[in-house]
T-cell receptor, first 111, second 113 residues
């Protein structure tokens, strides 16, 4: 069984640029959630996708957007990057068993 | 809405000693409870979960946790820790597992020889 994978592993961008992060869900999972983990903090919920529709959103501005594809993989897009967007971005997938399984994360650095 | 408080930011302990990492939560609805572990420069790995049933939950790597509804707590315990248990531990809650997880701020467990 393949687990949750994310790409890229690391990314460096400059302020004002746009970035796309990718996530492949675990086999059999139809729900993907994205979290932002700033240094030294717990993960914060960004949004969740269920069967290609947004199914809940945390307290993040609209420049954070996402997509889920028919194979349940997902993208997180962030426009107009700010220095505070520097963080580890975690993707988690789940199914009807109600447990989220996390990928290794993408480390984004904004200069 | 839910909230999670992890009462200790750091817990130093000697190898083979017992340890307890404390977690309290607040919620107006019934919750599911989780403990995740994060090793340096890695994602989160599920240690254990409480969805329903027995309040004593056993997880991987010898960890266990007890759900106490009256005290709104879900403390994590291990009777004898190893150096390899050194990591960051996060307690999390959700109204249902498919909705948002709310995490605590984490507890750094440092196991010393």
């Amino acid at each position: 069984e393949t687990g949750v994978t994310q790409s890229p592993t690391h990314l460096i961008k400059t302020r004002g640029q746009q970035v796309t992060l990718r996530c492949s869900s675990q086999s059999g999972h139809n729900t993907v959630s994205w979290y932002q983990q700033a240094l030294g903090q717990g993960p914060q919920f960004i949004f969740q996708y269920y069967r290609e529709e947004e199914n809940g959103r945390g307290n993040f501005p609209p420049r954070f957007s996402g997509l889920q594809f028919p194979n349940y993989s997902s993208e997180l897009n962030v426009n107009a990057l700010e220095l505070d967007d520097s963080a580890l971005y975690l993707c988690a997938s789940s199914s009807m068993t109600d447990t989220q399984y996390f990928g290794p994360g993408t480390r984004l650095t904004v200069l | 809405a839910q909230s999670v408080t992890q009462l200790d930011s750091q817990v130093p302990v000697f190898e083979e000693a017992p340890v307890e990492l404390r977690c309290n939560y607040s919620s107006s609805v019934s919750v599911y409870l989780f403990w995740y572990v994060q090793y340096p420069n890695q994602g989160l790995q599920l240690l254990l979960k409480y969805l329903s049933g027995s309040t004593l939950v056993k997880g991987i790597n010898g960890f266990e946790a007890e759900f106490n509804k009256s005290q709104t707590s879900f403390h994590l315990r291990k009777p004898s820790v190893h150096i390899s248990d050194t990591a960051e531990y996060f307690c999390a809650v959700s109204a249902t597992g498919r909705r948002a997880l709310t995490f605590g701020s984490g507890t750094r467990l440092q196991v010393q020889p």
